[in-house]
């Protein structure tokens, strides 16, 4: 009698932390904006990097693949700096809209 009390009670513990481990609604949601966020920033520095690769190549390219010219060069690297800075608000606009997500749950 007391041993199966004993492994009701242990599976009766163990239900409730695997319930407990669940993700939340607002969790989710989180993840999700997480996710949309990371794919927007990843399109946007490929966009601007293709930008800078069609400019490198309408300069013509050196044989380690920067531009002929020091001002196609600084043209093409402005291009991929400034993506890499709208990627980078995006990922942290994002971050900050998961972030409120998750504390609402709280």
């Known amino acids: 009698m007391k041993k199966s009390t004993?492994?009701?009670a242990l599976t009766a513990l163990l239900g409730l932390a695997i319930?407990?481990?669940?993700?939340?609604?607002?969790?989710?949601?989180?993840?999700?904006?997480?996710?949309?966020t990371q794919q927007q920033a990843d399109n946007v520095r490929g966009s601007h990097n293709q930008a800078a690769d069609k400019l490198r190549d309408a300069d013509g390219k050196t044989w380690t693949g920067a531009a002929n010219?020091?001002?196609g060069e600084?043209?093409?690297?402005?291009?991929?700096d400034a993506?890499?800075?709208?990627?980078?608000?995006?990922?942290?606009?994002?971050?900050n809209k998961a972030d409120k997500?998750?504390?609402r749950d709280n």
């Open 6 to 8: 004993g492994i009701f």
């Open 19 to 36: 319930v407990g481990c669940d993700e939340s609604v607002m969790d989710r949601q989180a993840d999700d904006v997480r996710d949309a």
């Open 69 to 71: 010219s020091k001002a």
């Open 74 to 80: 600084r043209a093409a690297d402005r291009l991929e």
């Open 83 to 95: 993506g890499e800075k709208k990627a980078d608000a995006i990922e942290r606009a994002g971050e």
């Open 101 to 103: 997500l998750e504390d």
